[in-house]
């Protein structure tokens, strides 16, 4: 029986749906996030020093890292399809979209996410307006490049397949699921018609959709 530790509006969701997805028995765990610094509340924190979502427990394991926790699960029920075991080229592909999820693809979203909350906050006036300017600096000089650079990259991929390696979802699916949902939710794919047609895809899969009830079943008793 695995739990998964689930913190609200965070990369744990993705999880609930590799669980969905291997047919895993499981509970769910949901922590809002603390309302006044939105990171995770001290209940989360005291679960691993990292304090960070998703966590998966197993046992006597506290395991963290999503692409840990994808590989642990599959090698725990057995379902090395969803890693293309057997298919080197396609193994090294879903590896690929891991990686690159945590290491390319969210980074410069996160930070761009982040930026933005602080334009919010910045006040008076004249202080928004140079932070603003700020911020702005930052995101043409870097962040934005990077971000427009990822998701042409993305965009042209999913021209050429249904899901991010082959014709059924694997890991490099659940991986980049959140980065992409994030993205439609925030209306942020409207001049991308190939990731907006594969965040639809996601949402007519059976075992997305009863991830997405569980993990809103979990939430409510939060
Ligand atoms: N690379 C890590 C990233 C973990 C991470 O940054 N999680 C975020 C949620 S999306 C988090 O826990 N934020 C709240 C906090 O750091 O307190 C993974 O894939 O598990």
Redesign the pocket.
Known sequence: MFTLHH?ME???QRIVWLLEMVGAEYEIKAYR?DPV?N??PEA??KLHS?????LLEHGDLML????A?CEYIVQQTGTDELLCKADPKAHIDVQFWSHFS?GSF?PPL?TSMVLNKAREKAKPFFVKFIANKIIDAIMDAYFGKVIARNLAYVEAHLAKSAYFVGDTPTVADVQMS?GLEALQKSGKLTSFPNMTAYVARLHALESYQSAMSKMAEAEAQA
């Not at 990292?50 to 998703?54: R, T």
């Not at 963290?64 to 692409?67: K, V």
């Open positions: 913190l965070s990369r744990s996030r610094t990171l995770a989360y924190k990292l304090g960070a979502a998703p963290a890292e999503s692409g926790i945590e969210l996160v959140f």
